[in-house]
């Protein structure tokens, strides 16, 4: 009998939010299991958070599809099906629950590790993006220098926590506060780069943190809601 694999809904993986590139080393995972076990994985339905991926607009439901083309996943260079539908019923349906930040949580980690250790890695696993997002990734590299630095600059979620973590470490907010500051940024790339433009990715809301003031009066220093054109936020 033909069987699929699904993400159950009360995971918290499927409760909590976080972004695109999060939610795809769990669904790279999801696809080496299925495939290990001849199992056909039934796309799950994920938190995407709007600091991340909505220009800070609200959390949105996703199965992705708005960015990958899933007619075309190949893992171990096997092109694979993928069920949309959410209860099919010419088979038996294997429920698993997954917690939410695997990376972050060793405790929680055994899964995705070992789905990387059996599966070859989570390059074994491609998942090309649709035609949309390639001609929309094009239109926007041509409005960038040839000569290009970006920087994830990691703020929001971090100065809400008590301690927070970072790289394995714990920082008390007020620490955490001084090391991503703008007077520390700028002293460190003033050491390091000499690009004439340094691009920030971040999660710090320009309208709540005063430091994104203090960045955006460095001509240095462009974001990534700089951008006008709502189709590349």
Known sequence: MKQYLKLNKSSSVLQHPAGISDRTVVLKALILFAQKNSMELILPEFLLSGIHQTNNKGHIRSYLSEYYDFSK?????????????PQPTDGLIVLIDLPHRPSHHVQDYHF???Q???GGGWNSVLIPYTQEIKDLTK????QLPKELCTVKWRRGDKLTEDPTHLNGEKFSRKDYNGITSPSNLIKTFDKLYAFKDIYLLTNAQKDK???I??????????FHFAFE?????
């Open 229 to 233: 054109n709502d189709e590349m936020m």
């Open 73 to 85: 996943v190949l893992a171990h260079h096997e092109l694979i099906t993928l069920c949309f539908d």
């Open 112 to 114: 995705y590790e070992n």
């Open 139 to 142: 239109k926007f590299r041509y």
């Open 116 to 118: 990387l250790a059996v």
């Open 213 to 222: 003031e203090q960045l955006q009066n460095n001509e240095k220093y462009k």
């Open 209 to 211: 943190d005063p430091a």
